[in-house]
Each structure stands twice: as structure tokens, then as C-alpha cells.
């Protein structure tokens, strides 16, 4: 089956610099990357997505990046605020609706 | 606005007991999951499924059942609860339209199930 590789499992940056979290998955019939940001005490939601026939994505501050050949994929947070401390899942699918394997989490944290 | 509802926030049960995990979205969504969340391990798939009375494993099926009698309704069903199934369960639902964008999962508030 599936395996989803993340690191790093935890980042401190500076409020306004730039944070980027990476993926590695195992099985290359993936098609679906989608990432989930967790809030505490809060259930995950989803914040971006990418299939595999585009390169990168971007909405607003956030942008991910996906390398099929080498088979991982990457979530970049532009200028962070306090409100982007959370876990970040990033997840990987072949079809998108036969459930998701998950990656471990990054824990966020975005220091003052 | 997508609603998903677990039956209970807070479970506490003894090894060895039948457990039912209710979970019901108001969105006629066709894709139910079940998965479990635990510390250092992120999200787990138990079991999903794609229409009434159709199931399909996950990564972690064992020692676990599910029952969809309804389209609503996707319940996980632990037969003899262990202590290592103590965890947070977490429902979530999407549709199935094959566009792009409605791969999103919903997912419900949680379940903190305790096995002493």
C-alpha cells in the first residue's frame, strides 16, 4: 500500500518569513495530493490540493508543489501569521475518493 | 453548509465490550471514511465506503467492522474493544463527483474513545 513520508515533524519560523513542508510517497499510481490543516482541539480541514497532471498550485499565501518523477510534493506558506500555527497533514490518493493515507504532521509553530 | 456528526464526543468503554461509532452527514454525499488519529501517527484509514452497504478496508481494518444501511449513516463497529484501540475516531464524508475540486473530505468533530 501507500506510504507517506513528512518532515519536518516540527518548524519554528518567524512571524512574516516563509515556511515549507515536505512529502514523500511511495506508491506512483497516486494521483491526488491534498493537505489538511489541524488546528488544536479542532477538526482538519482541507486548505490546498494538487493532481498529478499540474505542476503547482497557489491560493493566496499558500502553494504546493508536486514532482511525479520523483515522487514527492511540498506545501510552501508565504509570509505566516499567528493564525498558521497548526498540524499540517499532507495526504495522497489514487482516485480521491478511496480514502486518503496521511502523513505523520507538521507541527507549525509561528513565533512573535 | 456540510455538516458531519459523530454520536459521541467522549466514550469511555472496558476491554472486551461491543462499541458503535455512529457518524451521520447532512450532505448526500456518496464517500463515507472512517479513520483513527493518534499522536505521532497522524490519520489512520480504517474503512470508507462509496455507496449503501458497500465497504472497503483501509490501511488499519483489523479488529474493527462497519455497517452503511443508509446513505447518511456510516457506522464503525469495534467488536471486542482493546486497550490499544483506545484513540480519537474521526468520520469524515465527501461526494462523489468525479470534478476536480469535490475530492474534499469533511470530516466530523471526533470521538475520543478510552479502553480501560
Known amino acids: 500500500g501507500e506510504n507517506v513520508e513528512q518532515h519536518p515533524s516540527t518548524l519554528s519560523v518567524q512571524e512574516g518569513d516563509s515556511a515549507v513542508i515536505k512529502c514523500t510517497y511511495s506508491?506512483?499510481?497516486?494521483?491526488?495530493f491534498p493537505w489538511y490543516k489541524q488546528e488544536l482541539g479542532k477538526r482538519p480541514q482541507l486548505i490546498i490540493d494538487?493532481?498529478?497532471?499540474?505542476g503547482e498550485k497557489k491560493d493566496q499565501r499558500i502553494a504546493v508543489t508536486l514532482n511525479k518523477t520523483a515522487k514527492h510534493f511540498s506545501l510552501h506558506i508565504t509570509e505566516t501569521q499567528p493564525e498558521d500555527s497548526a498540524v499540517y497533514f499532507c495526504?495522497?490518493?489514487?482516485?480521491?475518493?478511496?480514502?486518503?493515507?496521511f502523513g505523520k504532521g507538521t507541527h507549525l509553530i509561528i513565533q512573535p | 453548509d456540510v455538516k458531519v456528526t459523530q454520536s459521541s464526543r467522549y466514550l469511555v468503554k472496558r476491554t472486551g465490550e461491543k462499541v458503535f461509532l455512529e457518524c451521520v452527514q447532512d450532505?448526500?454525499?456518496?464517500?463515507m471514511f472512517w479513520y483513527r488519529q493518534d499522536p505521532g501517527l497522524g490519520l489512520r484509514l480504517i474503512y470508507f465506503?462509496?455507496?449503501?452497504?458497500?465497504?472497503e478496508k483501509g490501511d488499519i481494518p483489523e479488529g474493527y467492522s462497519v455497517s452503511r444501511e443508509k446513505k447518511e449513516r456510516f457506522s464503525l463497529i469495534l467488536e471486542s474493544a482493546s486497550t490499544n484501540q483506545t484513540s480519537m475516531y474521526l468520520c469524515?464524508?465527501?461526494?462523489?463527483?468525479?470534478?476536480?475540486?469535490?475530492?474534499?473530505?469533511?470530516f466530523g468533530p471526533g470521538t475520543r474513545l478510552t479502553v480501560t
Open positions: 465506503s462509496y455507496d449503501v452497504k458497500m465497504k
Open positions: 450532505m448526500d454525499h456518496e464517500n
Open positions: 469524515a464524508s465527501s461526494p462523489p463527483d468525479l470534478s476536480y475540486r469535490h475530492y474534499e473530505q469533511y
Open positions: 494538487i493532481r498529478s497532471n499540474v
Open positions: 495526504a495522497a490518493s489514487i482516485f480521491g475518493w478511496d480514502g486518503l493515507t
Open positions: 506508491d506512483s499510481a497516486s494521483n491526488y
